[in-house]
């Protein structure tokens, strides 16, 4: 029998403060969610986003980053233990091998806080405000092999003020992010 009748089951990987993951998890928790966290998995022993999942009763397993190949490793033998449909990124600050990819063999999402395929990588926005950009925003992509470029699935983008510095625009794509992963996964899920 079915443990989550209709929901699919996802697995969210974090390294850090957890702010998507708690979006996901209170997301999930609506009565006709889509999907069901069963499990976190952190690269960080001490990531505080860790506590969420704790306060939610969801599996949480914290694996040391000794290498790449050790950490993935380990999640692969989780992921395929509890039978993981989407793995979701969030605020996971490593980069997944082709490898793995390929093992896990189910889709993978990722946010990434810019309008993709602008700024891949990191400082997103004390990039976009250097280049004295108009707007910001958000994206939820699939993960491929090749640093945030997958297909995009979801973006909204918000006006950079002139007043904005680099907090103060961390902070309102933040806001935009927490509204629009649970989001993608819906509209991922819903055109499998
Ligand atoms: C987010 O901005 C995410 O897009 C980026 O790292 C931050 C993580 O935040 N990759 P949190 O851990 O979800 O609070």
Partial sequence: ?????????????????GSNLKSLIKSSKRK???FKIILVISNNLDAPGLKYATKSKIKKFGIRYKSRSYFESQSIKILKRYKIDL????GFMKILSGSFIKKFSKPILNIHPSLLPKYKGLNTHLRAIKN???FAGASVHKVNQRLDSGKIILQKKIKILKKDNIKSLKRKVLVIEHEIYPKAIV??????
Avoid: H, V
């Fill in 132 to 134: 004295k950009d108009k």
């Fill in 32 to 34: 006709n969610s889509l």
């Fill in 1 to 17: 029998m079915e443990k989550y009748p209709g929901k699919k089951k996802i697995a969210i990987f974090i390294s850090g403060r």
């Fill in 87 to 90: 793995l979701c990124l969030a």
């Fill in 187 to 192: 509209k991922f899920l819903t055109n499998l």
